[in-house]
Nanobody, 123 residues
Framework: QVQLVESGGGLVQTGGSLRLSCAAS????????MAWFRQAPGKEREFVAT????????YYADSGKGRFTISRDNANNMVYLQMNRLSPDDTAVYYC????????????????WGQGTQVFVSS
């Protein structure tokens, strides 16, 4: 069992930045690939970014390439999502997720989820 708690969401103006954090507890954190997903009102949950167990490999959705950076600190069981140049299209609840083994982009591949943190970008 892995417990995930996100933080760092909030209200930001267009062009601003936010850093989301995800604190993990439970099983060996380094055994899990981690990812961020988001869900806007009335839309399906979508992939944002993922990072491998070691942190050496990352993959981003096209919407976040060049603006978002995912990272992890295995010593402290933390995952981060640095988001720059935010736009109203980035408004959503952002979820941290964990899966045992290799990275994947489909939500169905992730067994553990946090409760989400709201990001609102004003125009």
């Amino acid at each position: 069992q892995v417990q995930l708690v996100e933080s760092g969401g909030g209200l930001v103006q267009t062009g601003g930045s936010l850093r989301l954090s995800c604190a993990a507890s439970g099983r060996t954190f380094g055994d899990y690939a981690m990812a961020w997903f988001r869900q806007a009102p009335g839309k399906e949950r979508e992939f944002v970014a993922t990072i491998s167990r070691s942190g050496n490999n990352t993959y981003y959705a096209d919407s976040g390439k060049g603006r978002f950076t995912i990272s992890r600190d295995n010593a402290n069981n933390m995952v981060y999502l640095q988001m720059n140049r935010l736009s109203p299209d980035d408004t959503a609840v952002y979820y941290c997720a964990a899966k045992w083994g290799t990275i994947r982009t489909a939500p169905s591949g992730f067994a553990y989820w946090g409760q989400g943190t709201q990001v609102f970008v004003s125009s």
